[in-house]
């Protein structure tokens, strides 16, 4: 019979996250508190909470020059980005706090506005697929570099292409090699099935079990063997097929993040020269 | 656990890093191994880049790729393996630092487009938060930002180094607005026990730029509690009870006792009701209605009375008439002689004697302008025309030479019967010769004239100079004996505020402001509960206060009795409930005194050559 998890184990095993929760409520009070403070004395809370938030963003940003600099030991990269999604957390609260209400009036608030939605929305997509397609792609079983894939796709129909080969000279039957030409010529070309990979549906896997039972019926014993050959081919280029998906997601959404960030960054210290000039 | 995949044997090792990758890659065809350069360019047109060593090339085919070639290098070190150049595709990390580079530069672009520095109006969407409200949209339509902002009108780097230093918007709404008191304290007031309050800014509780319907003078309750601490939830359920004699504590300028008048002077039974001068009928509905005496269709706060001829009068017109103002009587120091003449309270009677000669001597010489010479040479600041209106030359002359005879007599000319008021010299109605004042009306112009006189008198002089000033104020405003019996109602008044300027006010129903911040508008509760009915539901007569001991001597305020029962909570409670009137804190308490229009922003707005805007503009310093 397994054994409960006392108390004491489950603190520890949460040890990180609780110091996260608790990081994050300290770092929220020290701008609410202060900001309390001024509105108490008729004050601008704006200005604490204006600045905490432009501070955060700046924090957030961080990250993106932390990963560039990876010569220099700033840190471990994990809990660099451990602190930009709790960081984020805070900054969202603190977002409310500074404008208290969903939607500016002005137009280029409320382009301030869009792209902190943007960017907030984006960075959650983003941690919500961190947490998701690594355990997927660890199931997979196999590690690839993204930048590979290509390389490893031409070599897999390379030799896709000499087992073909093969079977028809050993064999002299072009039923294998016909086969190849009319369906897995096309899924040796290049990844396929990548919305199903990405969503974690099966349909490369059912799709080649699908194709091979249909030509299997025609081929005989000797064929069957390199067709088994082919097989194998076939689901090594469905589990690159599923890293290409995968990694390219868990990549690709900076595409979106990160400039709507930098241009959000652009767009407050804009809002942040306005007020100085303006209201202070 | 995960197996690493094997990668292939010409498998070049890819970097994340690196900004651009093999353009066949693209084509989903095998990337050469030496991938591109860090400019972009192909760097796999040939299949390797050949080393000379001694008097031969040799080849430096990596063995991923195939390892050395049996053809080797030409004989001039070229390869002889040549592959058409393909496109570099630019990496994922490039590729965004584009996309990143682009977005801004996009944004910067728009905002810059889009701004207008140097006083333009109007069209800077990338600078304007937010609609303005209406209210204050119309004044701003042709100065545009510039309206308030006056940073708006710098140029490029002057705007942008404006961000550094500190400015004072509410400066900029106090352009135009202004209040009573000190326009930054906090309710506008000058607290002396609580130093530590520092100013308010507008911002602390007005926004703007939050769209044409937004109501700027609208202030969340909130705003209220961030200094008021009170745990106030709701009015029934938490508001502190009204303070004692609420909202009676002061009293007013004008002694009138509400209780002895419905009680007494106006019951058809008292023996008042006999007196000829008394208005039967008036008493009778004054007696029933409150509104016979005071003019609720102009209701706001205070619910003044109607003028002295619709109310007083009907009963006391003829006491104004009865009580003259007594300026000279022979061989007397009347109060205000002595005072006109400044002398002192001991002088003797020689002394007193010849100054009386001399007076007498240089008015017989000189008619009213020796008297008011008299008067300018002790009191510089007297406005002698007022003071002496309508008195005749030749009569004040005449007396003054009758009056230095030796019998001292004057015999008056006859008078007006149907006008008695105005100056007269000679004997008087007890057969006492002097010269004297008989007010015409109400608010008599003269007799108003000299107690402004005296009180400034009062204010300005030196100590000797206050106290004979002191000494005939009383005289002038004593209840028995004051001239035309002004001081019977308004002595307390304008005993009060004698350390003040003279001020109309002085002379007015109503008192100096109590909880000026406090808000209550009578009319929609009298159209409520009825007219007649409505003024007794709150204001009950208390006939057991002395109210008159305030007006006896109204140095004390703080023996000060209302003849009216203090207000409780309870009698707001009735209809400020849940679910029934609003118990907002801001429907009975405001926070700025007196809000109102800055006087020289109104005179150029109503000088009528200035639009509003223009008129704003200029009244900031801008053209």
Redesign the interface.
């Known amino acids: 019979m397994a054994e409960q998890p006392t108390r004491t184990g489950l603190i520890q095993r949460h040890a990180s996250a609780i110091g996260w929760g608790l990081g994050a409520i300290v770092v929220l009070g020290c701008i609410a508190l202060p900001s309390r403070h001024f ?6 809370p704006e200005l604490i909470t204006g600045y905490s938030l432009f501070g955060l963003c700046l924090l957030l940003a961080a990250l993106n020059g932390r990963k560039r600099l990876s010569v220099l030991p700033l840190i471990k990269t994990s809990f660099w980005k451990t602190m930009h999604w709790v960081a984020g957390l805070v900054a969202a609260a603190a977002y409310w706090l500074h404008v208290e209400t969903w939607w ?6 409320q382009a301030l506005a869009a792209l902190f939605y943007l960017v907030t929305l984006t960075g959650i997509v983003g941690f919500t697929w961190q947490q998701i397609l690594p355990r997927r ?2 199931q ?9 894939i ?6 897999i129909r390379e030799q896709a292409e000499d087992t073909v080969l093969a079977c028809t000279k050993e064999l002299g039957s072009d039923t294998l090699a016909r086969f190849y030409v009319e369906t897995f010529q096309w899924f040796f ?2 990844p396929r099935f990548i919305l199903s990979h990405a969503r974690g549906g099966q349909r490369a896997a059912f799709w080649i079990a699908q194709q091979l039972a249909t030509v299997r019926r025609y081929l005989s014993e000797k064929e069957i063997a390199y067709l088994e050959q082919l097989q194998e081919l076939a689901e090594a280029k469905a ?2 097929d599923l ?1 290409y998906a995968a990694q390219g997601l868990l ?2 959404w ?2 979106v993040h ?3 960030a ?2 959000m960054l ?2 407050a210290a ?1 809002h942040m ?2 007020v ?5 | 656990m995960a197996e690493r995949f094997t990668p292939s044997p010409t498998a070049a090792y890819q970097r994340p890093t690196l900004p651009f990758r093999c353009g066949r890659s693209g084509t989903w065809e095998r990337p050469c191994w030496q991938g591109p350069d860090v400019g972009g360019r192909c760097g796999g047109t040939h299949e390797c880049a050949p080393v000379r060593r001694g008097d031969r090339w040799e080849c430096r085919r990596p063995a991923a790729a195939g390892g050395s070639c049996a053809q080797g290098p030409l004989p001039d070190g070229t390869c002889p393996h040549l592959r058409p150049a393909c496109v570099p595709l630019p990496s994922l990390r490039k590729l965004r630092g584009r996309l990143t580079l682009l977005v801004c530069t996009l944004l910067i672009a728009l905002l810059g487009a889009f701004v207008n520095f140097g006083g333009s109006s109007g069209g800077a969407l990338a600078i304007d938060p937010g609609p303005l409200s209406n209210v204050h949209a119309s004044f701003t339509s042709s100065a545009g930002c510039t309206s308030c902002h006056i940073e708006h009108d710098l140029d490029g780097l002057a705007w942008v180094a404006s961000a550094f230093t500190s400015h004072d918007q509410p400066g900029q709404c106090l352009e135009c607005h202004a209040f009573e008191g000190e326009d930054r304290a906090p309710h506008n007031t000058h607290y002396t026990g609580r130093q530590d309050l520092p100013d308010v800014g507008c911002a602390a509780c007005h926004t703007e730029h939050k769209g044409n319907d937004f109501d700027t003078a609208r202030v969340a309750q909130a705003a209220c509690t961030n200094c008021h601490r009170a745990d106030v939830r709701s009015f029934n359920e938490s508001h502190p009870p009204f303070p004692k004699h609420f909202p009676h504590q002061k009293p007013g300028r004008i002694n009138f006792d509400h209780a002895k008048h419905f009680g007494t002077y106006f019951d058809p039974n008292s023996k008042y009701a006999k007196q000829e001068s008394r208005d039967a009928e008036f008493a009778g509905r004054a007696r029933a209605a409150c509104t016979a005496c005071h003019a609720i269709d102009e209701a706001q706060r205070e619910i003044a009375p109607r003028s002295f001829e619709e109310t007083c009068a009907k009963c006391h017109a003829h006491q104004v008439r009865q009580r003259p103002l007594i300026v000279f009587v022979p061989e007397e120091a009347s109060p205000v002689t002595a005072f006109v003449l400044a002398l002192d309270e001991d002088i003797d009677d020689d002394e007193l004697e010849e100054k009386l000669a001399q007076f007498l001597r240089t008015v017989e010489e000189n008619g009213v302008d020796g008297l008011a010479a008299g008067v300018l040479r002790t009191h510089g600041n007297a406005r002698p025309a007022t003071l002496l209106e309508g008195l005749s030359a030749s009569l004040i002359k005449a007396a003054a030479a009758a009056w230095q005879t030796e019998d001292a007599e004057f015999e008056s000319p006859e008078t007006n019967e149907t006008d008695p008021g105005g100056w007269h010299a000679g004997e008087d109605d007890e057969g006492n010769q002097s010269l004297r004042y008989i007010a015409r009306r109400h608010n008599d112009p003269v007799l108003r004239g000299w107690i402004a006189f005296l009180r400034k008198a009062y204010s300005d002089g030196d100590d000797a100079a206050r106290e004979r000033a002191q000494a005939t104020l009383e005289f002038l405003l004593s209840d028995d004996e004051g001239a035309g019996a002004c001081g019977k109602c308004h002595r307390a008044g304008l005993m009060q505020s004698r350390e003040r300027l003279a001020s109309v006010r002085d002379w007015r129903s109503g008192g100096d402001p109590i909880r000026p911040l406090t808000r209550f508008v009578h009319a929609p509760h009298i159209s409520l509960l009825g007219p007649d009915a409505s003024c007794r539901a709150c204001h009950q007569i208390d006939p057991s206060a002395d109210y008159a001991a305030y007006f006896e001597d109204p140095t004390d305020v703080e023996q000060y009795q209302s003849n009216f029962r203090a207000i409780d909570k309870g009698a707001c409670e009735r209809c400020h409930a849940p679910g029934q009137v609003s118990m907002a804190c801001q429907l009975c308490h405001q926070y700025h005194r007196k809000p109102q229009f800055n006087p020289k922003f109104r005179a150029l707005r109503q000088a009528g050559t200035l639009s509003g805007d223009e008129g704003l503009a200029r009244h900031s310093g801008k053209t």
Do not use: C, M
């Open positions: 509105a108490d004395t008729l004050r601008e500016p009036t002005g137009l280029y608030e792609l660890t997979s079983g196999v590690e690839v570099i993204f930048e590979q290509p390389n490893e796709i031409v070599t070309r290049r589990r690159l890293h990549k690709v900076l595409l990160v400039p709507l930098a241009a652009v767009l804009w020269l306005l100085n000039v303006y209201s202070l």
